[in-house]
Nanobody, 124 residues
Framework: QVQLVESGGGLVQAGGSLRLSCAAS????????MGWFRQAPGKEREFVAA????????YYADSVKGRFIIYRDNAANTVYLQMNSLKFEDTAVYYC?????????????????WGQGTQVTVSS
């Protein structure tokens, strides 16, 4: 079992930065791939970024590539999402997710464990 708790959301002006954190409990964190997804009002939950268990591989949605960075600290059981050059369209609830195994990082249905989400609001 993995329990996930996100933090770090808030209100920021366009062009600003935020760092989201996702603290995980459970022994399997260090072997789990981690992902960030987001959901804006009236839209489906969409992939943002993912990182494999060893941090060797990272994956990004085209919409955030070059602006967001995902990284993890397995010793601290935490995964982060550094968000830079934020845009109004980045406004959403951001969810942390965990999965075992490899492949399918972009597919939300591959993730078994989810956090409760944290709101990110970017003012234009």
């Amino acid at each position: 079992q993995v329990q996930l708790v996100e933090s770090g959301g808030g209100l920021v002006q366009a062009g600003g930065s935020l760092r989201l954190s996702c603290a995980a409990s459970g022994r399997t964190f260090s072997s789990a791939a981690m992902g960030w997804f987001r959901q804006a009002p009236g839209k489906e939950r969409e992939f943002v970024a993912a990182i494999n268990w060893s941090s060797k591989s990272t994956y990004y949605a085209d919409s955030v590539k070059g602006r967001f960075i995902i990284y993890r600290d397995n010793a601290a059981n935490t995964v982060y999402l550094q968000m830079n050059s934020l845009k109004f369209e980045d406004t959403a609830v951001y969810y942390c997710a965990a999965r075992l195994g490899s492949g399918g990082y972009y597919n939300r249905h591959e993730y078994r464990y989810w956090g409760q989400g944290t709101q990110v609001t970017v003012s234009s």
